[in-house]
């Protein structure tokens, strides 16, 4: 485990931190498939073998959250206990299972000289993961930087503090065990918020930051960096009702994306019908949503024809509710609802409900969304749905990667050239 | 063509080229490859039909830069004539040529629950390109990002503004005969310095920022942005010669790849010797080497071989001389080259002589660079060569993209998800 500094010196931490880093990315870069694997169902066994000093650590974090009167949605995010222990561990035999993606190559072809030019999969390096309160991200994200040959560096909020600790030894401790060096893991070893500044700035080491947490750590995160950043921001997910929708899959997926867990990313948070679907379609959705106990804000064409639907305002259209509330707006067909996103969505996850094909190729193609679909639930996305397995998380850059972000996504790629003495003339 | 703003507000002029680009992308981004390439075609018609006005425009910017005392050398990259902007316009045709990337599937699969997903190419949205003198980046660049279904940017240097925007409004033109918007190309109607900033900030409309030019420029540009930047940095380019290399072989790829060009990024500009080797091959390299003309600085051992070496220093390995001149280093085997590179490399391009395919490979495997070569000479570090058609630069980012950036880095992707109505459990 990293040792406690005897210095608060901030800038000296991080750039131990950064050393030490540095170095283990040498050896995990090249690390066979076999290795990681062995480091990281040690680490399965150590977390299940280590439980009650782990439930130990974790009971200190939560008594003190306790005493500073933490609300008690937050102590659940913060408590483990022996299931959740269980889950990590599976997460990591997981990983275990997935393919490894370094040294895979992408593409080859052959030039009229005689050049042969692939493109192979590589880590990306040193990745830095800041994150809040959940003691699982610690394992989650070691496990899945580990297998995907990337250094990681941890710096975990202070509320889990003691419960990060407690994972991330196991985690090192399995390392060394698999002959790998302890540091491809480290947590931070002060929760000061200056380390975060410091991080942001070390573009000489660290070659990616994934912040996971609200708004405010992704703004901050965004504001300051000078390194890449892989962020995910809001994910105000659409769902279009056509006029060619099948009335009884138009409530099945709006009712699924929109009330089978609120609090994801994913869950749907503004229906778009088109005004050609009103008479038809709007009621029938709309009484499903009630029955499941939905609070519906509609625009003036929706509550003339809905009286239990609320007012919507310009602001419920940006609006992320995370909670049992939908906004419904009438659009104009499908050039309507992709206008409607354009201007109000956050390019996370859209849906399009129609038996139309020409319709739904329309929507799939101008859609400017990290993940668009066709008569299919937004809580979709996710990593292990789309079939990556465990993710860190899922980006709405433009760049690098978009929607889920897993193994694959938590590497680059280099430019192998093999010649016969070639010169370039 | 831009009209030169009455007001000289920096914030009201990026913001509304940031609504006019906006605007355009919607457009661009899902325009046919015919539209695309009808447009480009129309640009180098443009760009033959009036050279003679281009020509003119060239005349003013070279009479200022002249009258500045600007140096012979950088004149000469100012200047255009009829051969230049006959190349200009081969290379608009060459990027018809090439295949368009936007919406190519990368990859599909499907779920045991039925849905299908893939990866499809998408443009990156609206890219901001920041470069200095040389007018011939204008088209170049704006060609590319207009094949890749990017709406582009400008922001030239004031050396060359007459140049550019004279090219630009054939671009323009030709834009709107083939139905785009014209915007899809703008350039900036001014060369204040406080433009470059409004630009690095404006991640509300921007999706990456280019910067084309000398270090400062790249440094600003990496200090400031919040915009994603796609840069190229140093080109510390490194050849190892092996114990097990063709001596032969070793004189021409060193001798190629250091003395071929000497100002382009790929150059060579320090030889790694194999401790074995000195005694068989440092001769027969360094010989040809001072026939051509080049510079030598040597460490210790080397001096201790050639008296024609010069001393080098610790700075010699941290240099990119981008002329006739080589460092030359002892190393330990193909061990001691990686590590040499690992210390003093920019991750841009390294090559390794050797007939050895073991030494080869793991050369290969553990030189974390952008391109990595065997047998090959480091001036093929080009998106032509490569095969990939013109390039907007070659990336030393780590993320997105390595090495040269064409066609197909300027573009991102989206998860598109087909369903039968499927709902998640």
């Given at each position: 485990m990293n040792a406690e500094p005897a210095s608060t010196d901030i800038v000296a931490i991080t750039r131990d931190m950064g050393a030490r880093a540095k170095a283990a990315a040498v050896a995990l870069r090249s690390a066979s498939t076999a290795t990681k694997n062995t480091a990281l169902k040690g680490a399965a066994r150590r977390l299940r073998a280590d439980a009650a000093a782990i439930l130990a650590a974790n009971a200190v974090d939560v008594a003190a959250a306790r005493a500073s009167g933490m609300g008690a949605a937050l102590v659940d995010r913060l408590a483990l206990d022996p299931t959740r222990i269980e889950a990590m561990a599976r997460g990591l035999d997981d990983i275990v299972a997935l393919p490894d993606?370094?040294?895979?190559?992408?593409e080859d072809w052959a030039r009229p000289n005689g050049l042969r030019i692939s493109r192979v999969r590589v880590p990306i390096g040193v990745i830095g993961v800041i994150y809040e309160a959940r003691p699982n991200v610690t394992a989650d994200a070691g496990a899945l930087c580990v297998k995907s040959g990337n250094v990681v560096v941890l710096r975990g909020g202070s509320d889990s503090f003691h419960s990060s600790r407690a994972i991330v030894e196991r985690l090192r401790a399995a390392l060394a065990e698999a002959g790998l060096p302890a540091d491809c893991v480290q947590l931070a070893p002060t929760t000061d918020r200056a380390l975060v500044g410091e991080l942001l700035r070390a573009t000489d080491w660290l070659d990616l930051i994934v912040p996971r947490g609200g708004r405010s750590l992704i703004d901050r995160v965004t504001e300051e960096s000078r390194v890449p950043v892989l962020r995910h921001y809001d994910g105000i997910c659409h769902v279009y009702v056509d006029r060619d929708a099948d009335i009884a899959m138009a409530c099945d997926i709006v009712a699924n994306a929109k009330m089978r867990r609120v609090s994801i990313c994913g869950a749907a948070e503004t229906l778009l019908v088109d005004r050609a679907a009103l008479d038809s379609h709007l009621k029938p959705v709309l009484d499903r949503l009630f029955e499941l106990g939905c609070e519906v804000r509609g625009d003036s064409e929706i509550r003339a024809r809905e009286p239990r639907a609320l007012p919507a305002t310009e602001k419920d259209w940006r609006t992320e509710y995370l909670a049992p509330v939908l906004s419904v707006a009438t659009v104009d067909g499908v050039r309507g609802a992709i206008r409607h996103i354009a201007t109000y969505g956050s390019q996370h996850t859209e849906a399009i409900v129609t038996s139309n094909e020409a319709t739904a190729g329309t929507f799939l193609a101008e859609v400017d969304s990290a993940i668009v679909m066709h008569?299919?639930?937004?809580?979709?996305?996710?990593g292990a749905e789309f079939g990556l397995g465990a993710e860190i998380g899922i980006s709405t850059n433009r760049m690098h990667a978009r929607g889920p972000v897993g193994l694959v996504e938590l590497t680059t790629y280099k430019n192998v050239v093999r010649g016969q003495g070639t010169l370039r003339p």
């Open positions: 993606p370094v040294g895979v190559t992408i008569n299919a639930s937004t809580q979709f996305a996710d």
